[in-house]
């Protein structure tokens, strides 16, 4: 059952019981409401905490990529690597075949098969 049908029929958000009272009501009690928040947030925490270190494990890759002197990195190498080019924290469309992608203050551009052009970029205003 989803959250709004529970609504709809003034059940708690939480245990699925009757809530009495206030028709506005979304919880039978306080232990539930915090329950429910509780729960909404670690899952909130965890995703956001996924995302981040994807972000910082591709971030970890390119600055020791800018280290080693590699110019051209095979994705296939970076990939093995750990390196995921789905994650990133910015991206400019130059024109076809010359975007840039960004991964914090780290730019980039790709082909299907490679990186290359990597670079220490300003921050962003
Ligand atoms: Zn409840």
């Given at each position: 059952m989803n959250n709004n049908t529970q609504k709809e029929k003034g059940l708690?958000?939480?245990?699925?019981k009757p809530v009495t009272g206030r028709?506005?009501?979304?919880?039978?009690c306080g232990k539930c409401k915090n329950e429910w928040h509780n729960r909404i947030s670690g899952s909130e925490r965890r995703s956001r905490e996924r995302v981040f270190s994807m972000l910082w494990k591709n971030y970890k890759i390119l600055e020791m990529v800018l280290e080693g002197g590699e110019r051209t990195p095979e994705m296939a190498t970076l990939s093995n690597a750990g390196?995921?080019?789905?994650?990133?924290t910015g991206f400019r469309r130059i024109r076809h075949g010359r975007d840039e992608y960004r991964c914090f203050d780290i730019c980039y551009n790709k082909t299907e098969t490679r990186l290359y052009n990597i670079r220490r970029a300003p921050e962003i205003l």
């Open positions: 708690c958000l939480n245990c699925g028709s506005d009501k979304l919880f039978c390196f995921r080019p789905e994650y990133i």
